[in-house]
């Protein structure tokens, strides 16, 4: 099955446990856009009420969660020349790993400390990877997952609102016009994002200040 038939088979049998499974791929280290997953399920869920949009979020979000787990305890496990090492071999190139995105990973997770989690989720191409550092660094579980949650759980609302609003605001029928119309335009609603909540953090540590 090649990755068009693959695309196809989800956007034709979407349910919690195809938008969970996915969104666990989509987490971890196998490349997979999250963008062929939550907005055709939302849009499917206003379309068909076959499935609840806020749940959609929910168990995609769960999702999200078991794959930053997977990435987390095998960075924690495996330390990092062993992660290093797998980034630059033959299996990690075909997950579209290498060196210098796990090295950006690390960066951005030394600069940014532990809020890094809930950032980096919301940044494409470190999102997937962010649970790397945090592992390497043995970063506590309760924040780990307390930042990972909201994260994942705002970049997964982004993207069932852009499904929402696709519903209302187009006459699209079909869950792979959705797919495509979302994936032009998730990357720069998620930018968009990550600066407000980035201000409004900034904002709040300034009133703490003063």
Known sequence: MDTA????????????????????????????????????AAWKAMADGSMNIVLVVVFATIGANIGALVNYYLARWLGRPIVY?????????????????????????????????FFGRLIPGIRQLISLPAGLARMKMGPFLLYTTLGAGCWNIVLALIGYFIYLWTPLKTTQDVYELATKYSHEIGYIILGLAIFVVAFLIYKGRK
């Open 5 to 40: 038939e693959l695309f196809r088979w989800i956007l034709d049998n979407l349910d919690y446990w195809v938008v969970t499974f996915f969104m666990i791929i989509e987490s971890s280290f196998i490349p997979f856009p999250s963008e062929v997953v939550v907005p055709p």
């Open 85 to 117: 090492r797998f980034a630059n071999s033959r299996i990690g190139h075909m997950c579209l790993l290498d060196e210098e995105k796990v090295r950006r990973a690390e960066e951005y997770f030394n600069h940014h400390g532990a809020a890094s989690t």
